[in-house]
């Protein structure tokens, strides 16, 4: 009966491990599972340690599944070593400020975020939540230490304001928006003349699961068992639902972005942003299929991004076109002045068959 609870243990965690293939607008229940791919990791690798203890030679059922699965592991928690970056590659941080007060342990949010960027010494900057950009005050801050700056607003109405900025050592060319349907969200290119080359810089906020406090209180009673079973149950359901229906409105907006990609393929591209989506999720794998996943091919471990207790996830992700070497991507924990950690990641930029195709 233990062997046959492993084994169905294994085939639920492949199931999930690899239902970021799912298409959110088919499937919305079931493409939200990836987000328990890691609570599937944990109960095969207490089924690891049970057998080891009780019975080794069942081992190799657990072990199995992790072999099985190494896709989605490898994405969940890359274990990439750490290499030497080339001294002209470029350095890239991508950061939802969430308004530059994420975090209310600053007195001053904006001061505490703009001294992290100015120690760290980027060469670009990609912010979301940059509502306070607009304000001149703080774009003549920002010019003291990157001469290129523009915001860009995405939503203005009486629910929402949102905008997202670059911050940049690098001449701006020219900005897009990537038209979507999406009432708080939306993403934007970055047109760059990054050392004589056009290099495009998609900076993404993509649509929100929209929980709001009262969800997000409710889904830690269920995590600490402060609930009845039917209460969690119903609950569970509720979050499911609003999770599913994120996921649907959040796959078109992907798509657009990669049409876009696609269009301009001929550039280097750096896209990047917060996704509010995991590592297992439709929304990264389909960017992967065009893109680099900077994390997964040169970060190191979870990598959790969004820091607010019991939604810890990597949420922010950076990806670039296959003519750029990602290196050493990772998530910065010791900047708290959001409830988002920066993404950080090195870049070489390649060649440039647009400026080839241009000089023609």
Known sequence: MIAGANMASVVVMLLVGFSDRLNPTDHPLLSTMGMTFPFFLLINLAFLFFWLLFKWRMIWIPVLGF??????????????????????????????????????????????????????????????????????????????????????????????????????????????RIDYVSRANGSVAWWLNVKGDTVIVVNNHFESCHLNEEDRKQYRHILKGEMSRDSARAESKLLLIKLAEANAKRAPQIRKVLSYVEEHGQYPIIVCGDFNDNPISYSRHQMSEKLRDCYVETGR????????????????????????????????SKMDASDHYPAICWLKIGRNEGKKNENR
Request: aromatic content about 16%; hydrophobic content about 35%.
């Open 301 to 332: 471990g979870i990598g959790l991004s969004y820091n607010q207790k019991a939604f810890a996830l990597r949420i922010d992700h950076i990806f670039c076109s296959q003519n750029i070497q990602p290196y050493n991507c990772y998530i910065d």
């Open 67 to 176: 072999l099985f699965a190494y896709v989605p592991i490898n994405i969940y928690m890359p274990l990439n070593t750490s290499t030497d970056v080339p001294e002209d590659a470029i350095k890239l941080i991508s950061y939802n400020v969430c308004c530059y007060g994420g975090n209310y342990k600053y007195e001053d949010g904006f001061k505490a975020v703009n001294q992290y960027f100015c120690d760290e010494n980027p060469d670009i900057i990609c912010v979301q939540e940059d509502i306070d950009s607009w304000r001149r005050y703080i774009f003549n801050e920002y010019k003291k230490n990157f001469p290129y700056n523009d915001t860009a607003v995405i939503a203005n109405n009486s629910k929402s304001f949102n905008a997202l900025g670059i911050h940049t050592k690098f001449p701006i060319i020219k900005r897009e």
